[in-house]
T-cell receptor, first 111, second 112 residues
Framework: DVKVTQSSRYLVKRTGEKVFLECVQD?????MFWYRQDPGLGLRLIYFSYDVKMKEKGDIPEGYSVSREKKERFSLILESASTNQTSMYLC??????????FGPGTRLTVT | KQEVTQIPAALSVPEGENLVLNCSFT??????LQWFRQDPGKGLTSLLLIQSSQREQTSGRLNASLDKSSGRSTLYIAASQPGDSATYLC???????????WGAGTKLIIKP
């Protein structure tokens, strides 16, 4: 079974802090994704990566950056957290698009 | 620009009822449509995938239909159970760029 894990289920940070969200997959998938999910809106793609050290912007990359130094790990970075980044963050991995495997999500609150 | 809408946003029904969840999309140029289930703390799980050339897919008590020309899909759940309580999302894969566009989901509560 594919397993995608995220470092925290809940996270509370202060405005202006640098925040790291970590995602690890154990199936050697090439592709990894970061989404945010807000009430009343569909999932929105922030960034994706199709290989180590490769990244592509999604629909809403502003205020975020990513890092993929190893194939199994994809990190989402909020350089200076703001209250409008309070959201549920979902990581996914995929070998054959559009089949994706999702992590459990990190609910981030920025105060 | 593709828009995917799921109505209602929330639904509560007694156990044992058959029910239908709706998904509509504005651009019919889709490659396929998927239905997902989201449980708190467990991420999303794909339930059914319908290719654009198909009319329906079935898995156990679930049946998903697709009417591409009218921009609609339904997820039919037969004999609902409390364990079916979850949020159900649909997503369409665009023909042109293989972008996945998501609906906001329907939160389903099955009352024992």
């Amino acid at each position: 079974d594919v397993k995608v894990t995220q470092s925290s289920r809940y996270l509370v940070k202060r405005t202006g802090e640098k925040v790291f969200l970590e995602c690890v997959q154990d199936m050697d998938h090439e592709n990894m994704f970061w989404y945010r999910q807000d009430p009343g809106l569909g999932l929105r793609l922030i960034y994706f990566s199709y290989d180590v050290k490769m990244k592509e912007k999604g629909d809403i990359p502003e205020g975020y950056s990513v890092s993929r130094e190893k194939k199994e790990r994809f990190s989402l970075i909020l350089e200076s957290a703001s209250t409008n980044q309070t959201s549920m963050y979902l990581c996914a991995s995929s070998q054959f698009w559009p089949e994706q495997y999702f992590g459990p999500g990190t609910r981030l609150t920025v105060t | 620009k593709q828009e995917v809408t799921q109505i209602p946003a929330a639904l509560s029904v007694p156990e044992g009822e058959n029910l239908v969840l709706n998904c509509s999309f504005t651009d019919s140029a889709i490659y396929n449509l998927q239905w997902f289930r989201q449980d708190p703390g467990k991420g999303l799980t794909s339930l059914l995938l319908i290719q654009s050339s198909q009319r329906e897919q079935t898995s156990g008590r679930l049946n998903a239909s697709l009417d591409k020309s009218s921009g609609r899909s339904t997820l039919y759940i037969a004999a609902s159970q409390p364990g079916d309580s979850a949020t159900y999302l649909c997503a369409v894969l665009m023909d042109s760029n293989y972008q996945l566009i998501w609906g906001a989901g329907t939160k389903l509560i099955i009352k024992p």
